[in-house]
């Protein structure tokens, strides 16, 4: 009962908290300057789907996974060429990556920052882009929502099966 009240309290706050979602625009390589806070997110094995990179503008909003903190590592201080750099080391695979997709986070004219996602080859996954993303921005604060494609979900960790009995 306890954790029923809780979920429902939870619920509520989330539900009544205003939060507003930001828009994704597609951007290139060229369009990043300045400093930045990069964000690794998952990259827990080798060709890990849910490996993508968020480039966090250092102001005073700061975006960060809605994820426990062991599913992401944080990159302070790095200038656009550091950024890129790493971009590139832990995003490009040319055996199994497309290209690398580049979306700016930003609500209107304002750019709070930019998401980095590999494209894959569609014999990898079935799909191109392996996890879906939203963002919501709450005061000086954007919340990353992340979410596994569930036909990729279904390959990971249930080796195709329909059932888990299988």
Do not use: H
């Amino acid at each position: 009962m306890k954790q029923l009240k809780l979920t429902f309290l939870l619920l509520l706050l989330f539900i009544t908290t205003p939060a507003v979602a930001l828009d994704l625009t597609p951007c290139n390589e060229r369009d990043i300057e300045g400093s930045f806070t990069l964000t690794l997110y998952s990259n827990l094995f080798i060709n890990d789907p849910e490996t993508f990179i968020i480039l966090d503008k250092q102001d005073d909003i700061k975006i960060t996974p809605y994820a426990p903190n062991f599913k992401y590592k944080v990159f302070e201080g790095l200038n656009e060429k550091e950024a890129i750099r790493l971009t590139k080391e832990f995003l490009n695979n040319p055996a199994f990556v497309s290209f690398i997709k580049c979306s700016t986070i930003g609500k209107n004219d304002e750019v709070f920052g930019y998401e980095l996602k590999p494209i894959y080859f569609p014999w990898i996954f079935g799909v191109l882009e392996p996890i879906e993303t939203v963002y919501k921005k709450e005061n000086n604060l954007i919340k990353v929502f992340i979410r596994l494609n569930p036909i990729v979900e279904k390959q990971i960790y249930n080796n195709g099966n329909k059932n888990i009995e299988d």
